[in-house]
């Protein structure tokens, strides 16, 4: 926990912030998997107390980055083959789910945000790291402009677990087979074909 440094607390919920914070340190990696991780340590270094540490580690336990055993370890989890499979599924589903609901109520402004993040994801092909930071910034803005729900916000703390299971795992398909799809899925955007552009999304991700 070395590389961990005080955070501001501003005016947001201590609790949300320290759950954003730990959540990225686990992304990035200054918070390594496997690594142990001790509330009084951590709330020594964040500058905080420990309830908030506690119910951050508790949200982040929710979504699978941290594994507790009560009186023995908190851990950062590990990310598995397993773990990588099941992850790719579920944000192809949510994301094509998302896409539908989302694409009757467009508008022309989101339409075009939503073009731009598709155009960059094509033009991320061929380099591993731009692909998917491309392919995040695509499926966070589309999330983004779905209706809210009462599941919306365990959905945005899924989001952080996907991003750190997929964080390093390169498209499933052939930069042909991608292009081809960004061109169609473009299309369907455009035509506000819901059956389409989900059945796009999903072939992203090998389903």
Known sequence: MSGLTPIDKGKQLLADTVFQYLGQAII???LEQGERIRDAELAEKLNVSRMPIREALQRLERIG???????RYT????VTDEIVRAS????GYKCGIELRVALPQ???AQERRALELLEAMGEGLGDVEASI????????????ITPE???SQQLQDLDVALERNLRHVGPVATDDELRDNYARLRDAIRRRDRDTAERLVRDQFGL
């Not at 930071?133 to 983004?144: D, E, K, Q």
Request: proline letters at 3%; zero cysteines.
């Open 28 to 30: 990035d990696g200054t």
């Open 88 to 91: 790719l599924a579920y944000a």
């Open 133 to 144: 930071t491309a392919r995040i910034a695509f499926s966070r803005y589309i999330g983004s």
């Open 65 to 71: 980055l941290v594994e507790m055993m009560p009186s």
């Open 75 to 78: 851990r950062v989890s590990v």
């Open 149 to 151: 729900t009462v599941y």
């Open 106 to 108: 467009l508008s022309a």
